[in-house]
């Protein structure tokens, strides 16, 4: 059974930057696509970045484009998401999933997801 977690969070300010790393105990996540996600108070779930397993190509929702920088270090076993600069709206609870292919995909596709971590940025 694939299980990860993710960790990192906490609450900065305006600002500030934070890192949330998804580390797994029983897979090397080298070989699973991993996605970042978040879900605000009252808003849908967005699609924060991505990695892919293949080509190690990356993709950003263009609300963190220039701020959060997805990336794997294989050493540890995880994928950590540098955020720089964050804003208010940055807050909420951040999710790492992971899925058997070697290409980011639609969130629905995705095999595992962490039980997620809070990130809350004050003015």
């Known amino acids: 059974q694939v299980q990860f977690v993710e960790s990192g969070g906490g609450s900065v300010q305006f600002g500030e930057s934070l890192t949330v790393s998804c580390t797994s105990s029983?897979?090397?996540?080298?070989?699973?696509?991993v996605g970042w996600f978040r879900r605000a108070p009252g808003k849908e779930r967005e699609g924060v970045a991505c990695?892919?397993?293949?080509?190690?190509?990356?993709t950003y929702a263009d609300s963190v484009k220039g701020r959060f920088t997805i990336s794997r270090d294989n050493a540890k076993n995880t994928v950590d998401l540098q955020m720089n600069s964050l804003k208010v709206e940055d807050t909420g609870r951040y999710y790492c999933?992971?899925?058997?292919?070697?290409?980011?995909?639609?969130?629905?596709?995705?095999?595992?997801w962490g039980p997620g971590i809070q990130v809350t940025v004050s003015s």
């Open positions: 990695i892919s397993a293949g080509d190690g190509s990356i």
């Open positions: 029983g897979s090397t996540l080298r070989y699973w696509s």
């Open positions: 999933a992971i899925v058997a292919a070697g290409m980011c995909v639609i969130p629905e596709w995705y095999d595992y």
